[in-house]
C-alpha cells in the first residue's frame, strides 16, 4: 500500500502543544489526550474537525481514527447527525433558563425503563464527578465511610485517597506511582483496593474491615468476570450490608445494554453512566435502588449545570439511536472483524501479538521483550497510511466493514516493515524521540 503521504507536517500543533504546556496545568485536561503518552515525536495533537471516523488536525492533514475514539464517549462515531440534531435544536430553542428543562425529565423515565430495578436517578456532567455522587449516597445509606473498590473511578479525593494508606496501593488499579498529593491525610484507610475477579481479595477486605459500606467497581472491562465473581460480590454486599456500585462509565452500552451488568444477570444498587451517554457531550447519570435513594436525598448535592439542556437532549438522542442499532452486538462483532485481521496479517509477517477482546475494546500486545517500542511504531508508522491507532481501540458504530478492509491494507504495511525493522534489530532506532510515556493501567 501506497504511503500516502511519508512526512507530514504538524508544525502549528507542535507549537500550539509548546504554548499549551506553559499556560494550561499539564497542558492538557484529560491525561488520556497527552501527546507524549501517544509518542514522543509526530502525534497531531489538536484537531479542527472531526466527523464518523475521520479526524482534521490544525495542520489540515486528514486521518481516520482507529485509536481511542475521543477516549470513550464517541461510540456512535464523532458529530454523529441525529444526536446533533437534538442538540442544535435546544441550542435555537435556549439550552438554560431559571426553568428546568423537560428533558431531563424525559430522559429520567428512559433510565428507569432501562433499569427496572432503579427508582431514581441524578445527573452530573462527568465521569468522575458522577462516581463521587455514588460514592456520596452510598456512604450516606450504609452510614459508613469506608469504599472496597476495584479499577478506575476517576481523579476524586475518596478513590486518590487509597494511596495515602500504602503508597504503592494503586499500583496496578490507576497508573502506577500516582501521588495523591493534595489528598487530606485523613481519609487515609478509606478507600481499600481488590482485584478483579480475585474474590479471595474482597473477602480479606470485609474479614478485616468491618465498617466497608461501599463496594464500587466495574462489572466488566477487559476481561469477563469468572467463577461467578459478580455473584459473589453481589453476596459479600448484601452479607455486610454495603451498598454496590457498578461503573458502567467505559462498559455501559458497549458490553451489554444499557450496561455490562444486564449481561451477567446481576443487579447493583446503583449503576453510574457517562461517556458513551451522550456521544461526546458532557453529561452523567446515575441510577439507584429506592431504598439508596430515599435515605441518601438529604445529602447535599447540587450544581449549576448539573441542571443545563443538551446533556439530557444529547443523551435521550443518544440511547434512542444506540438501542436502535444494537450497539452492544455491532461493536462486539465489527470489532472482532478488526482483531481477526491483526491475527491473520501478524500471521503473515511473523509478528509475535495476541489479541484479546471484547469487540468494544478490541485490543493487541506484543509478545516480545520491545513491545513497548513496538506498540509506538506501530502508531507511528500509521500516522504515515494517515492513521490515527493504537493497539487498543474503542470501536464505533462509525467503523465499517468498507473502512476496516482499507485499514487492513495500512496494518499489512505496517506489520511488514515493524516485521522487518525486528528483524534487523532496528525497531528502537526507527523510534523518533524514543518510548512514550507509560500508559493506563487497569486491572479490570
Ligand atoms: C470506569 C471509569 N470510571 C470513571 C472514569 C472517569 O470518568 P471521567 O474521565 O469522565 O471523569 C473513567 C474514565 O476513563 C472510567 O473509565
Redesign the pocket.
Known amino acids: 500500500m501506497k504511503q500516502k503521504n511519508t512526512s507530514k507536517k504538524i508544525k502549528k500543533s507542535q507549537a500550539l502543544w509548546r504554548h499549551a504546556q506553559e499556560v494550561m496545568l499539564g497542558g492538557v485536561s484529560?491525561l488520556?489526550k497527552k501527546p507524549e503518552r501517544f509518542l514522543r515525536e509526530g502525534w497531531p495533537v489538536y484537531f479542527t474537525k472531526a466527523k464518523g471516523i475521520e479526524v482534521w488536525d490544525l495542520d489540515g492533514n486528514h486521518y481516520k481514527d482507529f485509536s481511542y475514539m475521543g477516549?470513550?464517549p464517541n461510540l456512535l462515531g464523532y458529530a454523529d447527525r441525529e444526536v446533533d440534531a437534538a442538540v442544535k435544536k435546544v441550542i435555537n430553542a435556549g439550552n438554560q433558563s431559571t426553568l428546568n428543562s423537560p428533558e431531563e425529565v424525559e430522559l429520567a423515565d428512559l433510565l428507569l425503563k432501562l433499569h427496572p430495578w432503579a427508582a431514581q436517578v441524578r445527573y452530573a456532567r462527568?465521569?468522575?464527578?458522577i462516581?463521587a455522587i455514588a460514592v456520596r449516597i452510598a456512604r450516606a445509606h450504609s452510614g459508613r465511610d469506608k469504599v472496597a473498590f476495584c479499577?478506575?473511578?476517576?481523579?476524586h479525593d475518596w478513590y486518590l485517597a487509597t494511596n495515602l494508606a500504602k503508597k504503592k496501593n494503586l499500583d496496578g488499579h490507576l497508573l502506577p506511582g500516582l501521588q495523591p498529593l493534595g489528598v487530606p491525610r485523613a481519609l487515609s484507610g478509606s478507600a481499600l483496593p481488590f482485584s478483579f475477579n480475585k474474590i479471595e481479595e474482597l473477602e480479606a477486605l470485609v474479614r478485616k474491615h468491618k465498617d466497608i459500606g461501599v463496594i464500587a467497581m466495574?462489572p466488566m472491562r477487559h476481561h469477563e468476570p469468572e467463577h461467578n465473581f459478580l455473584k459473589k460480590v453481589r453476596t459479600i454486599a448484601d452479607r455486610i450490608g454495603a451498598v454496590l456500585i457498578f461503573?458502567e462509565?467505559?462498559?455501559g452500552f458497549r458490553l451489554g445494554f444499557p450496561g455490562a451488568h444486564t449481561r451477567f444477570g446481576v443487579i447493583p444498587d446503583i449503576a453510574i453512566y457517562?461517556?458513551a451517554i451522550s456521544n461526546g457531550y458532557p453529561m452523567?447519570a446515575l441510577v439507584g435502588k429506592k431504598k439508596v435513594m430515599r435515605e441518601a436525598h438529604a445529602s447535599f448535592i447540587s450544581s449549576t449545570y448539573h441542571s443545563e439542556r443538551i446533556g439530557p437532549a444529547a443523551a435521550l438522542a443518544t440511547l434512542r439511536k444506540l438501542e436502535r442499532v444494537h450497539i452492544d452486538q455491532y461493536v462486539e462483532r465489527v470489532g472482532w472483524l478488526i482483531g481477526r485481521e491483526w491475527q491473520r496479517l501478524a500471521k503473515k509477517h511473523e509478528l509475535p501479538i495476541v489479541v484479546e477482546g471484547p469487540g468494544a475494546f478490541i485490543n493487541f500486545t506484543f509478545t516480545h521483550p520491545d513491545a513497548q517500542a513496538l506498540k509506538a511504531l506501530f502508531t507511528q508508522e500509521m500516522l504515515r497510511y494517515e492513521y490515527l491507532a493504537t493497539p487498543t481501540m474503542y470501536v464505533s458504530y462509525a467503523h465499517k466493514p468498507a473502512d476496516i478492509v482499507h485499514y487492513a491494507k495500512a496494518v499489512d504495511a505496517v506489520f511488514g516493515s515493524l516485521a522487518e525493522a525486528l528483524r534487523r534489530g532496528v525497531v528502537h532506532r526507527r523510534l523518533r524521540g524514543g518510548l512514550p510515556e507509560s500508559g493506563f493501567v487497569r486491572l479490570t
Do not use: P
Request: no cysteine; proline share 0%.
Open positions: 484529560l488520556s477516549v470513550g462527568s465521569g468522575g464527578e462516581a479499577g478506575y473511578h476517576g481523579w466495574e461503573d462509565i467505559s462498559s457517562s461517556k452523567a
